[in-house]
């Protein structure tokens, strides 16, 4: 179990929190385990030039091709992140408090312009329904924070944005609402494409994918 020790986000900087993630996970997701986890990092704390190290100091900065164990103990850095900048902190103090209002009802419009759109499931060319990605209890006050954080331009205000949506067939729309699957999308300012194993599965049409434009969404297990 690699364990992962994050930046402080209080101030002044309070114990660490940690993740704790199976190293045949991470390789299973990502050619470059260590390039993963800090991918993790930027995600959390949009810091492009956090890294991680086996230092809690930060004096040994590793590289994204280091090999990893079960039994590394690694700290992130983000040198320089700006604390309003990390997601959790408003979303998560707000969370009791965000939730669908009885302004935020279902919206026809949200299915059929999703399905306009994609047509079938994005992963795998399948028969398909609409769903959201952040999801519809979450409401659209939470949507609205996530976005200003993501810097989203422009702006998502409305929970049934239809790029808040996406098509995908029944069985991963479940895994999705359950929070079972992630999507990744590559490149991004981490991961390249080649990063992230090719899928084994159904994959998307040819036709599809070279629409796309050089970006790759991968449906990932967690």
């Not at 408090?97 to 399905?115: A, E, G, H, P, Y």
């Amino acid at each position: 179990m690699v364990t992962v020790f994050l930046a402080s986000i209080s101030d002044p900087p309070a114990d660490r929190l940690q993740l704790n993630i199976p190293l045949n996970t991470i390789q299973f997701l990502c050619l470059h385990p260590s390039k993963w986890l800090r991918f993790v990092g930027w995600a959390i704390f949009l810091a492009s030039e956090g890294y991680l190290s086996r230092d809690p100091d930060g004096n040994d900065r590793l590289t994204d091709e280091a090999a990893l164990t079960d039994a590394d103990i690694l700290f992130y850095n983000a040198p320089g992140f700006h604390r309003g900048a990390v997601v959790d902190v408003d979303v998560v103090a707000r969370r009791t408090k965000s939730q669908t209002s009885v302004n935020d009802l279902r919206d026809n419009n949200f299915s059929s312009d999703v399905m306009s759109r994609d047509g079938r499931c994005i992963f795998t060319h399948w028969r398909a329904e609409a769903s959201h990605i952040i999801s519809f209890a979450r409401g659209s006050e939470w949507m609205s924070i996530l976005a200003r954080k993501r810097s989203i331009d422009p702006r998502i205000e409305n929970i049934n944005d239809k790029r808040n949506g996406l098509a995908c067939n029944t069985a991963v729309h479940k895994m999705l609402d359950k929070r079972e699957v992630a999507i990744l999308v590559t490149p991004n300012a981490i991961l390249d494409c080649n990063d992230v194993p090719l899928p084994t599965g159904p994959r998307n049409s040819s036709e599809t994918r070279n629409r796309l434009l050089g970006s790759r969404y991968t449906l990932q297990h967690i």
